[in-house]
């Protein structure tokens, strides 16, 4: 399959993606903001700058959009054209450093949510359920050390 844009076309539709504010962003953010959720966006004193973290439960989220976080990375990676070895290189980079980071996030006793972009545009509610199960059990998980400390 090759590249229907020229390599000027090309360059100028990809110099347009941004690395924050992006939509898929903006839609989780302001679900989460409804709900009363408060947040950190493109929080920086973490591993992997998380689009949205919720420090006060240590939950870092991420908001990934297929093409450049590999969705569906083994049948994607065969039907890539133009630049393949590029793109095979940057995209398995960008998993590798994801994993990465979400190894450190943990570390630090952060729970780690990754979002598609297809998921948060067509399922918002369930990826603001997921967030909000991970805060609950956030929430419990706090409640009940408190409470398993052993009278003498």
């Not at 545009?121 to 990826?127: F, P, Q």
């Amino acid at each position: 399959m090759s590249d229907v844009m020229t390599p000027e076309q090309r360059s100028r539709a990809m110099s347009h993606i941004r690395g924050k504010d992006t939509s898929i962003e903006v839609i989780l953010r302001k679900a989460l903001w409804h709900k009363g959720i408060r947040y950190r966006k493109n929080y920086k004193k973490l591993p992997g700058t998380p689009d949205i973290a919720i420090t006060k439960y240590r939950i870092a989220i991420f908001c990934d959009s297929e093409f450049f976080h590999g969705y569906n990375w083994e049948i994607k990676k065969q039907k890539l054209g133009h630049n393949r070895e590029y793109w095979i290189k940057k995209i398995e980079r960008n998993r590798n450093r994801d994993y990465e980071n979400d190894k450190k996030l943990l570390f630090l006793g952060y729970t780690v949510l990754h979002f598609w972009g297809q998921d948060i545009s067509k399922h918002t509610d369930e990826c603001l359920q997921t967030i909000e199960e991970a805060i609950w059990d956030t929430k419990f998980s706090d409640t009940a050390t408190d409470y398993d400390i052993p009278e003498e």
